[in-house]
């Protein structure tokens, strides 16, 4: 006879325990909760106890199907997923209390990892894979939906590029992204790209980004109460960060390297008077003058842009959630006549600076297809988070474990009808 019993608890009782659990994740945190209930679901949290002690909790969320009630239990069970025992007599005790509160199914996703793939999509050698994981839930019950790939807007992502931070120095990170981007990155700090954070009135600017991204690529996007619910409920742990061009900074940098390039110009000249076959002043001056066209196009930019903007020239914008011991990239935007400013590596680098700073181990770019080939779905999205070296983390995908199978059937039923 167990000890353990599973009931109701508190959302600070919740809170409290998760903040110690590995597999705790912003999706089943109490901030989540909170925008679940603003989204119009019915929330709860439920946790197994032992001597008094939560030893095992769900957030819980549900709806009605007509048939009964449908639950969900976003990114799965906190839970020590190494302690079968502890793991059944939860699953047994959920199942028995969904069953009481007219639960037809229960969906979940845990947040668990399947293994870590190299940043090409590879697998490592000897790599480890959960399969007792899946194993187990399938033992108590689950139907698992498969390694899934690809993007489907109806589940949470199991494919993840993550770039592993512990140990690491923000130098050591620049230096292991390939060259290209860490050459991105260099020209973000070249042209002074600033990035700051935006106040919850500021988010039309995420918004209006993110809309002109989705209308050029063809995808649907997020919509403005979207971004402020998500400031409403996760508060201090979202944060949406906005990469601009400073025009008044940009103009002062065109002089300055101006100004240094003539005054190079000019004592190679002064070389050049009394040895005119001199090649290293010859090169120098050769460079220096290359320089000064760049900057002559850059001024010329300059010009254009100030006829359209004041201050400030906006390049991207992107929402963050920094929760346990990670920071995920959720949506971004940017704007594509401004791309040459290289807006989002300037914002990405900002956040993994801080991720390194704050101590967070895990920088999460988040969802990509689970395709690895140029002409498979999602791999420019891919190629660009990859470019940051994030490896690859693959989780062990979804569940479903029948409550009623008589009243799952009926509801399945119906559905074939409706469709």
């Known amino acids: 006879m167990s000890q353990r ?27 989540a909760g909170k925008k679940l209930t603003i989204d119009g679901w019915h929330v709860e949290y439920v946790g197994l106890k032992e001597e008094n002690n939560v030893v095992g909790a769900a957030l819980l969320i549900s709806r009605n199907i007509k048939v009964g009630n449908y639950f969900y239990a976003p990114r799965g069970f906190v839970i020590d997923f190494k302690n079968e025992e502890l793991v059944k007599d939860f699953v047994t005790q959920l199942k028995a209390y969904l069953k009481s509160n007219k639960g037809v199914y229960l969906k979940i996703d845990p947040y668990v990892f399947y ?15 959960n399969d007792l994981v899946i194993a187990l839930l399938k033992s108590l019950g689950f139907e698992h939906d498969g390694f899934t790939v690809g993007y489907d807007e109806s589940r949470q992502c199991r494919w993840m590029s993550v770039l592993f931070l512990d140990g690491k120095t923000k130098e050591q990170a620049l230096k292991e992204m390939n060259s290209q981007t860490r050459q991105n990155i260099k020209n ?77 110009i000019r004592a190679a000249d002064e070389v050049l008077k009394d040895n005119p076959h001199s090649k290293n002043s010859t090169s120098r001056k050769k460079t220096a003058l290359q320089h000064l066209e760049s900057l002559e196009k ?16 906006p390049l991207a914008a992107s929402l963050f959630i920094m929760y346990g011991k990670e920071i995920i990239y959720l949506t971004s935007g940017s704007y594509d006549q401004y ?29 990509i297809s689970g395709y690895f080939e140029k002409d498979q779905d999602g791999f420019g999205v891919f190629d660009f988070k990859r470019g940051f070296n994030a490896e690859i983390v693959e989780l062990i995908g979804d569940f479903t474990l029948p409550i009623s199978s008589t009243k799952l059937a009926l509801y399945n039923a119906l559905r074939k009808v409706k469709h």
């Open 5 to 31: 019993k599973l009931m109701q608890i508190s959302e600070e009782e919740y809170d409290q325990f998760i903040n110690t659990q590995e597999s705790n994740n912003f999706l089943n945190s109490i901030y």
């Open 115 to 129: 293994q870590v793939r190299d940043k090409d999509g590879v697998e490592k050698e000897n790599a480890q894979k």
């Open 188 to 264: 973000t700090i070249k042209n002074g790209i600033k990035v700051r954070k935006l106040a919850y009135d500021e988010l039309h600017i995420l918004d209006e980004i993110v809309n002109a991204t989705s209308e050029r690529r063809g995808f649907s996007n997020l919509s403005l109460d979207y971004y402020q619910n998500e400031y409403k409920a996760f508060g201090e742990h979202a944060c949406a960060y906005y990469a601009y061009l400073d025009l008044d900074d940009y103009y002062a940098r065109i002089v300055s390297e101006r100004e240094k390039e003539e005054e190079t």
């Open 298 to 313: 850059r001024e010329q930019d300059y010009n254009e842009l100030k006829k359209e903007f004041d201050h400030e020239v």
């Open 339 to 367: 791309k040459r400013f290289k807006g989002p590596y300037a914002l990405q680098w900002y956040m993994i600076q801080k991720a390194i700073d704050e101590g967070y181990s895990m920088y999460n770019f988040y969802g």
